[in-house]
């Protein structure tokens, strides 16, 4: 598990990179600067939670379920969060409104600290 979670980490900090580069460069001249933020804010969020996977598939801190769940969490926490973000964010270059999907900002939030409040609570209950 530690293999597949280090991995997808490595896999979701190159995308940040990659997206944030290309809102930095290729977006600028097409979004406002408010839609800009936005988009830099899935962005962020997808670089903190690769980080985070990171440290996940590297400690010793947690059980192998613990991982797996908290793991699966993050992953649909990004796709929801940052996801949505990304299409809200470039909606006048699309031409499609993406507004029904703003639902899933939020949600992609709450799996985001559902992950986070797992991990609090295996360092916590863990007796070493």
Do not use: C, N
């Amino acid at each position: 598990m530690e293999r597949k979670i280090t991995a997808t980490a490595i896999i979701m900090g190159m995308t940040a990179i990659i997206l944030g580069a290309f809102g930095a460069h290729a977006l600028k001249k097409h979004l406002t600067v408010e839609e800009l933020v936005t988009f830099e804010t899935g962005v962020k969020y997808q670089m903190y939670h690769a980080l985070f996977l990171l440290f996940l598939g590297l400690t010793t801190l947690v059980t192998e379920k613990s991982k797996k769940t908290i793991f699966q969490l993050v992953i649909f926490g990004i796709i929801f969060f940052s996801g949505s973000i990304y299409l809200l964010a470039t909606k006048t270059i699309s031409g499609i409104d993406f507004k029904p999907l703003g639902i899933l900002t939020p949600i992609g939030g709450t799996l985001l600290i559902l992950g986070w409040a797992v991990l609090l609570w295996q360092i916590l209950k863990d007796k070493r």
